[in-house]
């Protein structure tokens, strides 16, 4: 009977408990480490507003995409560019044929505007940082599509959920 309950002595149970507590949480702080030296990969993340994940896609070296969308009214297309950098997501700049469609327009401080060969115009240098890093929008319809456009791979977002409230993010992980 002495020898059972020394095979069930709980002091060793607790010092077996402390060992893998211990293996676990070096664990997590190695992975916790980990992302802090930036193994963390960023992706950008287009979450409707129900919750359902439309996007999960790893952001390229340059940390860039861009959302083509069509003019609802004009009917032209429309191209924001978009850039994360040290943390912030940024508006960088837009291209559009027409100045007094697209709402962002060129003024002293905000971007440099240029006229392009074919006749639209280029605001780049916007660096316009975006409140609580996440651009909301409302995915245009068929009238009107969005594509979202992350490292030359195409995302339609009209196809996945036209006309839905959504946001996009940069998560790391």
Do not use: K
Not at 81 to 99: E, I, K, S
Not at 152 to 161: D, K, P, V
């Amino acid at each position: 009977m002495a020898r059972a309950s020394r095979d069930h002595d709980p002091r060793r149970a607790c010092r077996s408990i402390g060992l893998r507590g211990a293996v676990a949480a070096a664990a997590l702080v190695l992975a916790g480490l980990a992302l802090a030296a930036g193994d963390a990969t960023p992706r950008l993340v287009v979450t409707t507003a129900a919750g359902e994940v439309l996007v999960d896609a790893a952001l390229p070296g340059d940390m860039t995409w861009a959302i083509e969308w069509r003019h609802s009214v004009a009917q032209v297309t429309v191209v924001d560019q978009f850039a994360y950098r040290d943390g912030t997501m940024y508006v960088t700049g837009q291209v559009t044929p027409h100045l007094d469609i697209a709402g962002l327009g060129s003024f002293a401080g905000r971007g440099t505007m240029e006229q392009l060969p074919d006749g639209r115009y280029r605001l780049r240098d916007i660096d316009l940082p975006l409140h609580r890093n996440v651009h909301n929008v409302i995915i245009g319809t068929r009238r009107a599509p969005s594509v979202l456009v992350v490292s030359g791979q195409r995302y339609e977002l009209t196809s996945m959920a036209p006309g839905a409230h959504a946001r996009i993010e940069v998560v790391e992980r």
